[in-house]
């Protein structure tokens, strides 16, 4: 069964930092790749997307994602974290016409 | 243009009711998709909806059902409510589907407590 990994359910970094969130996936196909963003009471909105045109996915907020096939991963990065980007992050994929949606890893920012 | 929009935002039941639940794509969607978000299980695909036909159906219970009007507007139905169906429920619409966009819109969801 096709499927999307996230480690680490839980990631905190000081405001200013690095965010790495770590998303990998389960396909003999290349997927399409997302990432969503969900605040708190809120539903998700979308962050960035992969649809093969390039490796490196720029989206909204300073995020980006690069699609690795050797690695079968498509890891969310932000330079510098801001205190408004603590939230609940799912990397989804789509098979056919099924969506998998990851467990989500939520962002804690520390000032 | 307005976004997606469900109602009700909260309600609370009881187990053994039933509960129905609405969602109304952005204009011109013809795509609705349901999920259910809980803490353990994460974000769940319960069904999706193109041109009032079932397309897609995730692996829930029978007790778990769902339609389309002709204004793409869905609704879905949970009877004999039990604990374990507290969730958050959400909607999401798209253009076309789960096609080759995959890009989804989701309102803000319904909250269900099941006592």
């Known amino acids: 069964a096709q499927s999307v990994t996230q480690l680490g359910s839980h990631v905190s970094v000081s405001e200013g930092a690095l965010v790495l969130l770590r998303c990998n996936y389960s396909?003999?196909?290349?997927?399409?790749l997302f990432w969503y963003v969900q605040y708190p009471n809120q539903g998700l909105q979308l962050l960035l997307k992969y649809t093969s045109a390039a490796t490196l996915v720029k989206g909204i907020n300073g995020f980006e994602a690069e699609f690795k096939k050797s690695e079968t991963s498509f890891h969310l990065t932000k330079p510098s974290a801001h205190m408004s980007d603590a939230a609940e992050y799912f990397c989804?994929?789509?098979?056919?016409?099924?969506?998998?949606f990851g467990t989500g890893t939520s962002l804690t920012v520390i000032p | 243009k307005a976004g997606v929009t469900q109602t009700p935002r909260y309600l609370i039941k009881t187990r053994g009711q039933q509960v129905t639940l609405s969602c109304s794509p952005i204009s011109g969607h013809r795509s609705v998709s349901w999920y259910q978000q809980t803490p353990g299980q994460g974000l769940q695909f319960l069904f999706e909806y193109f041109s009032e036909t079932q397309r897609n159906k995730g692996n829930f219970p029978g007790r778990f059902s769902g339609r389309q009007f002709s204004n793409s507007r869905s609704e879905m139905n949970v009877s004999t409510l039990e604990l374990g169906d507290s969730a958050l429920y959400l909607c999401a619409s798209s253009l076309l589907g789960f096609t080759n966009t995959g890009e989804l819109f989701f309102g803000e969801g319904s909250r269900l407590t099941v006592l």
């Open positions: 989804a994929v789509t098979y056919g016409n099924q969506f998998y």
């Open positions: 396909s003999s196909v290349p997927p399409y």
